[in-house]
């Protein structure tokens, strides 16, 4: 006997680049939507999606091998989870362009995390116009994924006036606007996003509860008083000194006892530390410089704004939200 510990965790992690491979590839030649309707054998796959029966039956075992088909007597079917994000338009929120970007424009990216290693640089992004619709397209639909779990998760009832500030989605004031017909809010975004977030805030049908202004993230300084602030995906995105001072001007803007979420990923003192967020410190680096800062730095910049942070709000298979109160 020998109490020397086995490798498979390290080689699940190892070979975890397989898995990821060909999931993008399922999602491509669109494995998951062939089994919208019901479950297939791999020659029935092949005949849906246009590729060999070798290759419907490798691509669906792997699936099946991670959980996202459930495999029995020779025939394929969805999991729950594939079936709600991965079926094309039967999906309930499609994640298809999500995969593209990560396939297209982050997975040979990382190529690069060698050099970001050993300088702490971003790698070269070579983006084009077509690379920057692949990009922001990803970008956006992960950006819906957060927003429906802030939706679900967060309790903001009661609100009334909420500021969003800053941040790439309307997604998430949208949801809140809808989970409270009685909540207002007031769109200050940065120069280039106001035409995106007054077409969403129109498609979703709440115009009229909605204004849009620009201003510069880092500098702004609202005006109002607001009961809900929202500064989701903002932090990673600037130094130090500016998420200082953005958090100081926010709670200038908000009525003692406002509610204050923060959505990013962060690197946290927990026993264990969330993997999602640890491996996106990487992601965000390599990719374009920002940043996935400590929780506690953010914590402290929250303190010293007159912000306290009441709660901790992990959303799955998305960031994490502090929720704090205006004192």
Known sequence: MTTTPDAGRILEIATGYMAAKQLFESSRIGLFAALADGSQDAAGIAAATGVSERMARILADAMAAKGLLVRSAGTYALAPDAAAYLTGTAAELDLAPFLTFLSEISYPHWLQFGHTVDTTEPGDLQMDDERWATFMAGVMTYNLLHGQEFGRLVDLA???????????????????????????TTFLYAPGFEDGIADAIAEAGLADRATVEVGDTATATPQGSYDAVFANHVIHRFTAEENRGIFAHLRAAAVPGATLTVLDFFLDDDAEQRALDALHAGEYLVIDGTVVYPESEVRAWLTDAGWDVREKIALPGSPRVLVATAV
Not at 162 to 179: N, P, Y
């Open 158 to 184: 009661g609100a009334t006036n909420a500021l969003d500030f800053g941040g790439l989605s309307a997604a998430f004031a949208i949801g809140a606007m809808r989970a409270n017909p009685g909540l207002r």
